[in-house]
């Protein structure tokens, strides 16, 4: 429950410090005085829209801090703990907001972002606002209300999930298939250029082979030249290399008692001989050996020009013509088995889709069952405020034609005011005050099955009157009773049947304006209950006729 709120430089409010109890704590005032500012400041500690002109005049920033005990609420002490932020059995909401429009969210200390504010917020209190009665016009809000006040929120969210993995597969399934042409087509290319590298029968390294073969085919004949001459210089027996050293070896042989350095010469020269002749008959064996083979030449240039060709095709080096045939048999497998793959992807869809309509129609019967209950409950608190002709159907119509990730069902309220009339939609029937009341009671019907503590009721008492009003009362007051009720009202049955009374003023001069807010008590209570019945003139019979109400209210 909401123990303490704090509000600071928020509108009209320069500080406040506000003590709750358990009960109804109903929240009065003048017209115009701030009654609604408490609401909206604990609206910001819950992760509302913060607007920058909200902070008071001549302020820098302003701050909201709510505190609630939590000792009592399992799902908010799960989700603390969860995300690391439990710290006993009080939980510290926090908003702060700056004038130049920013603002920053805390729980217990610990900065958040405002989505886990309004998730946590969620779990602590649940307001109903003074307009609640317009959102029934919209059948969207039927369905959150039933499904609210049936409490299936894991059947809703597998639901949620089959009805996405089935889209998915859908989708999938029908990609597949519009693009059934273009994959027979990628197919087609596929296994043609395959085919064209297959036939190539590439081995690995082969291309580097084949062009060095080919350099010194190309070559071969100037090759042989040059060794044939090379041969011819090393043997002519006048003009050779051989002859050549083997006469200075002679006149350096015949000279006696030579110097070192002529028989270094002559080592030398006997070595070169030795060499020269070696290299006369590694060259004389390879003219010997060689073999001119034009064909072979012819068939290397035509195959190393089936590589280039199919290369520049695809527009890349010789060198990942490997890769590319790699590349292109991995994509045909993966469209290979185009047939096989379409039937699995229908298939898939087909299961999908029946998995999600088995969990939907599951949802419809739990929705079934909840509205029958719902709408016998509204219809009691309807007689109980005085609209006794008025009949509330809940309809449940199959609409599996139009699925959604809500499920298969068209929900909408109906209503009939008069005897024997059927009933239609509630904006074609229901007056104004009639919608009020229909609110109301689908309002303290839901809020009797909340597994929120803190219920906060923002003037829902609006075109409701008399005795009407004195019921309406009582039943916030039952409510009340079972947990904790914050009620904003101008009705004085209303406001007689609080457990505490807090009267809001707005106090004001030349420079600005404050709202205060009192806590009554005793003869203060009587004296605002009589001002909201007779206004600013009070007479005895209205401060009488106060006295008793709250004598009656206990």
């Known amino acids: 429950m909401l123990t303490h709120l ?3 430089n928020f509108t009209l409010v320069d500080l406040l410090e506000l003590e709750l109890q358990q009960g109804m704590t109903v929240i009065t005032g003048e017209t115009g005085a701030g009654k609604s500012i408490l609401l909206d400041a604990l609206g910001l500690t819950l992760g509302d829209r913060a607007e920058s002109d909200r902070v008071r005049q001549g302020r820098e920033r302003a701050d909201i801090c709510a505190t609630f005990n939590v000792s009592d609420i399992p799902a908010a002490q799960a989700w603390l703990d969860r995300h690391d932020l439990d710290s006993g059995e009080e939980c510290l909401l926090r908003r702060v907001v700056t004038r130049d429009g920013r603002s920053r969210g805390y729980i217990n200390g610990q900065p958040v972002p405002l989505a886990q504010l309004k998730e946590l917020g969620e779990k602590l209190i649940d307001i109903h606002g003074q307009h609640a009665h317009q959102s029934l016009l919209r059948k969207d809000n039927h369905r959150h209300l039933l499904d609210d006040y049936a409490a299936h929120p894991q059947l809703l969210q597998t639901t949620r999930e089959r009805y996405q993995v089935w889209q998915k597969a859908q989708q999938a ?31 690995p390294g082969e291309l580097e082979k084949l062009e060095q073969e080919q350099r010194e085919l190309a070559s071969a004949e100037t090759i042989l030249q040059a060794g044939q001459g090379v041969v011819q210089m090393c043997e002519d027996d006048e003009a050779g290399l051989t002859s050549a050293i083997s006469r200075a070896l002679q006149q350096l042989h015949r000279l006696r008692d030579k110097p070192d350095a002529l028989q270094i010469a002559e080592d030398l ?3 070169a001989q030795i060499q020269i002749q070696e290299a006369q008959h590694e060259l004389t064996l390879y003219i010997d050996s060689f073999e001119m083979d034009p064909q072979r030449l012819a068939w290397i240039d035509e195959r190393l020009g089936s590589c280039y060709d199919i290369a520049r095709k695809h527009r890349i080096d010789t060198g990942e013509l490997l890769a590319l045939q790699q590349s292109l048999t991995e994509e045909l497998q993966q469209l290979g088995g185009d047939e096989q793959q379409l039937d699995q992807l229908e298939e898939a869809a087909r299961q999908a889709r029946a998995s999600y309509l088995e969990s939907a129609e599951k949802l419809s019967g739990k929705r079934r069952l909840a509205a029958e209950r719902l709408q016998k409950a509204i219809n ?10 008025a009949v509330l159907a809940i309809s449940l119509q199959s609409n599996a034609g139009q699925p959604g990730s809500h499920g298969i069902d068209d929900i909408e309220f109906l209503i009939s005011t008069n005897p024997g009339q059927k009933p239609k ?17 689908i309002q303290v019907v839901t809020a ?17 009157g008399g005795a009407t009003a004195d019921v309406v009362g009582e039943l916030l007051r039952t409510l009340g009773e079972q947990g904790q009720v914050l009620c904003v009202t101008h009705l004085p049955q209303v406001a007689s049947k609080g457990h505490q009374h807090l009267q809001v003023r707005k106090e004001s001069d030349q420079a600005s304006a404050q709202s205060t807010l009192t806590a009554l008590e005793g003869d203060e209570k009587i004296m605002e209950i009589a001002r909201m019945m007779g206004g600013l003139q009070m007479t005895k019979q209205t401060i009488a006729h106060a006295r008793e109400m709250l004598e009656l209210a206990g």
């Open 448 to 464: 009797q099955s909340s597994t929120t503590p803190t219920l906060v009721f923002d003037e829902v008492d609006v075109g409701i």
């Open 380 to 389: 009691n608190q309807l007689q109980a405020l005085a609209m006794k002709n």
């Open 425 to 441: 939609a509630l904006a074609k029937v229901a007056s104004g005050g009639e919608l009020s009341r229909i609110s109301l009671a």
């Open 6 to 8: 704090s509000v600071q």
């Open 173 to 203: 399934f029908e990609q597949w298939r519009d693009n059934a042409e273009e994959i027979t087509a990628r197919t087609q290319l596929l296994r043609y250029q395959l085919d064209e590298l297959e036939a190539l029968a590439l081995e």
């Open 269 to 271: 020269l006997q070595s």
